[in-house]
């Protein structure tokens, strides 16, 4: 234990270029590193979707979802990355009667595989496979829209991602995703959707497809990006005018971002992260604006590949 | 390398492996089996009617005589469709088999689910009303909020079930077999019974309930139209009733429905709105009696639901019976008493347990569903089904339950509107709800009453479960509670009136309508 203890210790003080990464970015860690941390999270929105009408709701008023959500990515070989997610979630409305809810969210395990390479003197590109696996941790209700902390759904998701860097740091990626999302169950032995009443507790999931792009400069310790993601939930209803949100509908979105994320010189291995979110279009949901901040802790249990953990 | 290379492929495979060979399709709880009731209820004809004058009051000629050239005629006509059914026709076959009394009560609750939305409010801060004029708009007509649904669900449960006594009156007057019977080259596609074939019950259902429905759900007329034709259909297609039992069958269960639609005419229905100086004078009950006035925790303020729908004539009792059952009053604004039972109703809010909030969900049957009375049409679906009664009785079963929630609803608003009292968040304003709060007064609780009044129906019908009836009432008492829209006495008096109610229909028309002889 003492011995481990020494090593990250030690391997901390030569780890400047560490980055943390993601299920849909270009990064990896480098074999046997650790990056893990928190990150918290603040959703909020006053107009939402019904269907594609635009509207606010002085019923609900400004719904805030805030999450704390752990983190971590662990190399497992340079090429092969393990990631876990954890949230805490809590939500709140701001006017109108509604309870508030909060509990821990689902757990996201994914592994990803950067499985071709091609790096000269000026360029780099990489591609990437990722396979995900989300599953809720508690019974939290799916069927409390908007207030509910999630949607309660065990998923399964394939994804492919291509990154390009220059030597001058500056670089592009691209992901996109497929997401096979299992059936729910309600609380309530009926319900109606899509045109029809369902004399059953459990709800079918449409499948989602999601792309994310972003383009932005990371050299010295510092990503700086720009990005858009969009999600588009391959069938299910529309919310109806009036009417309160369920579990399938057709959750769609397009949110445009930017995010910095900066390791410190000191102490080593520590990085901060900072994202911001904006909800430029959208079907059956809130139009919110997302604000991100994290704390992000590299450990390396390996000497080798010191200068090089982050790839 | 290459072994983490492998391991990677095979657990992209098994990943997929999962996604493809998972199926997804939902298990509907409500499976309908071809009926094959235990007793063709010869007797119906005598059943006592709930509107109708007496069981010739829409008269039905004698058909004609089997062995007669127009009959031969139907018969061989319907060899002939028969000897070419598509896929199509026998799905619509295997689909109104499992009923028609039951899949009419189906398409009912998924038609309350689909109008049960209320006006969104204008940019102004009003609520527009819907317009049965222009039930197309938005808001769309009807609002099928828990007193529509209740009323709607009673009125076509009751036309059905009259038009099916007086089909059964001419079936044993006239005796004609069925085809299946008569023919030996007419196949039966469905279980075969002894019951006479003219006029065809199928066709007075698709008659009554279709028009019924029409006027209840306007802007559902084409869907509705269509499955009426289709459960026709089925029933020729299936060897069990010929064109010309089926014609007998429509115009006797439209003439029938003629006889509810005028009464649903004039029945009070179109005042229960009212209008803002009758709702000003509402307050003034309420603070004349010095309590507080419910107001409407909607923003904007939404008009209160339907307040003057306690006007509505009753099914088998008076307004003057549904008065002598009025409990009450609630305990006032600000006495001790009411003040434990906000501090109640704080206490389970702020206790929302998980096991709770499933109880909520469970009962909620808010905006978008079919309602509380819905509910009890489902729970009593199930029930109808397995009890294998014929197509009569099913709409006995149905039309007593929706006859007891028709007169829970109006004894139920009867109280609310004249206490008009405050629900738990308008005295404590941090009382967060684990449901929408619904938009009217607070004493005494709609799903209590209307529970109560279903489980002391369904008990009667099936006395075995009657254990269960209670049981699922008082949790569906208690969810209002739980979510924090009622409190406790709200709940245990709209039980007590549910079951006056319930009692009220069952000893003074069921237990003497000689269904039970």
Not at chain 1, 236 to 261: E, T, W
Not at chain 2, 188 to 198: F, I, R
Request: charged share 20%; hydrophobic share 40%.
């Amino acid at each position: 234990m003492k011995k481990i203890f020494t090593i990250l210790l030690l391997s901390c003080l030569g780890c400047f270029h560490l980055q943390a990464q993601t299920i849909n970015d270009g990064l990896m860690m480098s074999k046997q590193t650790l990056c893990t941390g928190l990150l918290y999270t603040q959703d909020q929105w006053k107009n939402y979707w019904e269907g594609t009408l635009k509207r606010d709701n002085l019923n609900i008023g400004k719904v805030t979802t805030q999450s704390l959500a752990w983190m971590a990515t662990y190399g497992i070989s340079n090429k092969l990355n393990a990631i876990a997610m954890l949230p805490y979630v809590k939500t709140k409305a701001s006017m109108g009667t509604l309870h508030s809810m909060e509990g821990v969210q689902d757990l996201t395990l994914a592994l990803k595989y950067n499985f071709f390479t091609n790096k000269t003197e000026k360029t780099t590109l990489r591609f990437f496979a990722v396979g995900a696996f989300s599953t809720p941790l508690t019974d939290y209700t799916p069927d409390f829209l908007p207030l509910s902390i999630g949607l309660h759904s065990t998923t399964l998701q394939g994804r492919f991602t291509t990154y390009f860097a220059m030597s001058s740091g500056l670089f592009v990626t691209g992901s996109a995703g497929y997401t096979y999302r299992g059936n729910v169950k309600l609380d309530r032995p009926s319900y109606y959707t899509d045109g029809q009443i369902n004399n059953t507790d459990e709800v079918w999931m449409p499948n989602v497809f999601d792309f994310f792009v972003a383009a932005g400069y990371r050299k010295h310790g510092l990503q700086a990006e720009l990005n858009y993601a969009q999600q588009n939930t391959l069938s299910g209803s529309d919310i109806r005018r009036q009417d309160m949100p369920f579990v399938s509908n057709r959750m769609n979105y397009g949110k445009a971002g930017a995010l910095v994320m900066y390791y410190l010189p000191q102490p080593r291995g520590l990085a901060v992260r900072g994202a911001v979110t904006y909800t430029v279009s959208g079907r059956n949901v809130g139009q919110s604006t997302t604000l991100m901040g994290g704390l992000l802790y590299t450990f390396i249990f390996s000497k080798t590949d010191v200068d090089n953990a982050a790839q | 390398m290459k072994k983490t290379f492998y391991s990677a492929i095979t657990t992209a495979l098994a990943c997929l492996l999962f996604v493809t060979s998972c199926d997804k399709s939902i298990s509907v709880t409500e499976q309908l089996t071809p009926l094959k009731p235990a007793s063709v209820d010869e007797d119906a004809g005598n059943w006592t009617m709930v509107h109708m004058t007496s069981n010739t009051q829409v008269a039905v000629p004698a058909p004609a005589e089997v062995t007669s050239d127009a009959y031969k005629a139907e018969l061989a006509s319907l060899k002939d469709i028969q000897s070419k059914l598509n896929a199509n026709q026998k799905k619509s076959i295997e689909y109104w088999a499992g009923g028609g009394v039951l899949r009419w009560n189906q398409i009912f609750r998924e038609l309350v689910a689909r109008y049960n939305l209320p006006p969104a409010p204008t940019a102004e801060g009003t609520y527009p009303a819907p317009d049965a004029e222009n039930p197309f708009n938005d808001p769309q007509f009807p609002f099928s909020n828990p007193p529509y649904a209740a009323r709607s669900y009673a009125y076509v449960s009751t036309a059905v079930y009259d038009a099916l006594k007086a089909a059964w009156y001419y079936k044993y007057l006239y005796k004609r077999p069925a085809p299946y019977v008569t023919d030996p080259g007419v196949t039966a596609l469905v279980p075969q019974s002894d019951l006479p074939s003219y006029p065809s019950e199928d066709a007075v259902m698709s008659g009554a309930a279709a028009e019924m429905l029409k006027v209840l759900f306007p802007a559902a007329l084409e869907e509705i139209t269509l499955k009426a034709g289709e459960q026709r259909n089925a029933a020729l297609w299936s060897g069990k009733a010929t064109s010309s039992d089926i014609a007998a069958g429509l115009a006797l269960g439209k003439s029938v429905a003629d006889l509810f639609k005028a009464r649903a005419a004039n029945d009070g229905m179109r005042n229960a709105i009212g209008n803002k100086q009758l709702w000003e004078d509402l307050k003034k009950n309420a603070t004349s009696r010095g309590d507080v006035a419910w107001a409407s925790l909607e923003t904007p303020p939404r008009p209160p639901m339907l307040p003057f729908f306690y006007k509505v004539t009753p099914f088998k009792m008076t307004y003057d019976d549904i008065v002598a059952m009025r409990p009450g009053p609630p305990p006032l604004t600000g006495s001790g008493e009411m003040n434990d039972e906000v501090k109640e109703v704080k206490w389970y809010v702020d206790n929302l347990t998980r096991e709770r909030l499933a109880i909520v969900h469970k009962w909620a049957d808010g905006v978008g569903t079919y309602t509380p009375p819905g509910h009890w049409n489902d729970i009593a679906a199930e029930h109808i089904r397995d009890a294998n009664f014929s197509e009569v009785r099913a709409a006995r079963a149905f039309a007593l339950l929706n006859m007891g929630q028709h007169n829970a609803a109006l004894a139920c608003w009867d109280t609310k509107y004249f206490y008009f009292n405050p629900r738990p968040t308008q005295l404590d304003a941090a009382i967060k709800t684990g449901t929408g709060v619904p938009n009217f007064p607070s004493y005494v609780s709609g799903h209590s009453t209307f529970s109560a009044a279903a489980a002391s129906v369904l008990s009667y019908l099936f006395p075995e479960h009657a254990t269960e009836f209670e049981a699922d009432a008082s949790e569906a008492a208690m969810s209002r509670l739980y979510a924090g829209i009622h409190y406790r006495k709200d709940c245990d008096d709209g039980l007590v009136l549910g079951e006056s109610v319930g009692t009220f229909l069952v000893n003074g028309f069921a237990k003497n309508d000689g269904a039970d002889d």
